[in-house]
């Protein structure tokens, strides 16, 4: 009975730039069926590498092969290395294609499967060009290495560059009409602008980059003018200077990476305005899930912009920020002390200042003792030095180590020295911000405003429209409350009125009702 065949020619991309040919391949094929007298039912020519068999043209012969069982008696090819460089590989499909009833075979290294011996001579053919592969591989790592270590890019040059050759004809990548779009995203980067919103900008301006590539492309020392030269066995990793020029100053790069780490830049304007007009977000709560109010600017039906605090938890609650943050200076406004209670708080803290006032003239007497000791022993180290009694690494040792206790004393020394007056007059200060808390919050940035809140109420705080409530305030705020109502004249309301604390209770009983704070 007359065979059946499937022909197969292949050819990678360097080889056909070596010379080798299809239709050489197709040809001598086509005459070895003719002579032995065997039908071509199929054939099929390929340009991909024999790595492996997940190549294009080989896997549409498989998928004819299951539909059309038993149609195929022979695989021909011209020699081994066509159909492999991979022996495990080679194996495994000659045994899938014998499963079929197909016999694999080169017309120029044919092998008599019938004779076990003959087995070697295949494992000959299928591994030298696996060897011969491994060995091209080698070489090219190497020779990659070695264009890196020169300051080289001889791949695909990344975005913002273009591949050509210098006037020796040796491979360099130079800017190309995209390094203005890439200097502009990193410039985007340091000034504080996300990625998405450069990235868009890259996009929009031509530069096709993927959101998953984009922050390898700021990592890329490429950009400034470096060369990452990878570890290996026997170097370590190392970043050279480039042949090529940076697109991006290292400063610039340098800032980024800064950026990229979390260290963020200035906040930009439009951020600023924003965390200005939302400065409780992540300090309100949703009373309805407990989650964290974030907050938001939308446009109104007119193009008015207006901040809301909504929950993106359970979605239950949205107020208008304006509202919420006037009810915030409300009750700040309203946690101050009576004057009375300012003076007798400013009288407390001065005496305790003037009390330690023999205590701290006899520590600074003290410390310029140490200072005087520490300058004696460094001239006698010098002299011990001069007159060879002792070897440079004991002077060095020991001046060091009589120097760092002189400056350790010498900065606690000036600690000590500053004037009570100085004191006094911050502590007035601090008095004439607590007698107007809300109106020094509403001036302050929403950095400042954020330290001031976390300062009074530990616990997150949550608002109903018109009032505020939390859990817990400032045990120091409760105490100068707690004084507030036993001097001032006005008794009958301790917290400010649009605020609540769930945790603070009035007890009564046989003595006068007093505040329980809570613990």
Same mark, same amino acid.
Request: charged share 30%; proline share 4%; net charge positive.
């Given at each position: ?64 092969? !299951? /539909?059309?069982?038993? *149609?195929?008696? @022979? ?11 991979? &022996?495990? %590989? ?119 980059? !993927? /959101?998953?590539?984009? *922050?390898?492309? @700021? ?11 990878? &570890?290996? %066995? ?286």
């Amino acid at each position: 009975m007359r065979k059946r065949a499937a022909l197969m020619s292949r050819v990678s991309s360097d080889e056909q730039a070596k010379g080798y040919s299809l239709g050489v391949q197709s040809e001598a094929l086509e005459t070895y069926c003719l002579r032995n007298d065997i039908e071509v039912v199929y054939s099929f020519t390929e340009d991909h590498s024999a790595k492996n068999f997940e190549r294009p043209a080989f896997k549409q012969f498989l998928e004819h092969l !299951k /539909k059309n069982k038993g *149609s195929i008696d @022979l695989f021909l090819f011209t020699s081994w290395d066509r159909f492999s460089r991979n &022996a495990m %590989d080679a194996y495994h499909m000659i045994d899938r294609l014998k499963k079929l009833g197909i016999e694999a075979q080169s017309i120029e290294q044919p092998i008599d499967f019938s004779v076990p011996e003959n087995k070697m001579m295949l494992a000959m053919y299928l591994v030298m060009p696996e060897v011969d592969n491994d060995r091209r591989s080698i070489k090219i790592r190497g020779g990659i290495r070695a264009a890196l270590k020169a300051g080289r890019w001889c791949r695909a040059a990344p975005y913002g560059y273009r591949n050509t050759r210098d006037d020796n004809n040796r491979p360099i990548i130079v800017p190309s009409e995209h390094a203005e779009a890439i200097r502009n995203a990193f410039q985007m980067i340091a000034k504080g602008k996300t990625q998405p919103q450069a990235l868009e900008f890259l996009n929009n301006a031509g530069v096709p980059v !993927k /959101k998953s590539r984009f *922050s390898t492309l @700021l990592r890329n020392p490429m950009y400034m003018g470096k060369i990452e030269v990878p &570890a290996s %066995d026997e170097e370590p990793y190392a970043l050279i200077e480039g042949k090529h020029d940076g697109i991006v100053s290292e400063k610039l790069f340098y800032q980024v990476q800064q950026v990229l780490k979390g260290n963020r830049p200035n906040i930009p304007i439009e951020t600023a305005v924003q965390n200005q007009q939302l400065p409780l977000r992540g300090i309100l709560k949703c009373s309805a899930c407990g989650g964290k109010l974030t907050g938001s600017r939308s446009r109104s039906r007119n193009g008015t912009r207006h901040a809301y605090y909504h929950c993106n938890h359970c979605r239950a609650e949205r107020y208008r920020a304006e509202n919420a943050n006037e009810t915030m200076v409300e009750v700040l406004n309203d946690l101050h002390l009576a004057n009375d209670n300012a003076i007798i708080h400013q009288e407390l803290v001065k005496r305790m200042l003037n009390g330690g006032e023999n205590d701290r003239k006899g520590r600074i007497t003290k410390l310029q003792n140490l200072i005087n000791q520490q300058n004696e022993r460094i001239e006698r180290l010098e002299d011990n030095l001069a007159d060879g009694a002792i070897s440079s690494e004991d002077f060095v040792k020991m001046k060091t180590r009589f120097s760092n206790s002189k400056n350790q004393a010498q900065q606690e020394l000036i600690d000590f020295k500053v004037d009570n007056t100085e004191k006094s007059e911050l502590l007035k200060r601090a008095l004439e911000v607590i007698s107007g808390l809300g109106d020094f919050y509403a001036d302050a940035d929403a950095k400042s405003k954020i330290k001031l809140l976390g300062s009074i109420f530990p616990e997150m705080i949550e608002f109903d429209g018109k009032k505020c409530r939390t859990t817990k305030i400032n045990e120091a705020i409760t105490l100068c409350l707690t004084i507030d109502k036993g001097f001032s004249e006005t008794k009958n309301r301790i917290l400010p009125e649009k605020l609540e604390v769930s945790g603070w209770v009035e007890n009564t009983g046989v003595e006068p009702v007093t505040s329980t704070l809570p613990v």
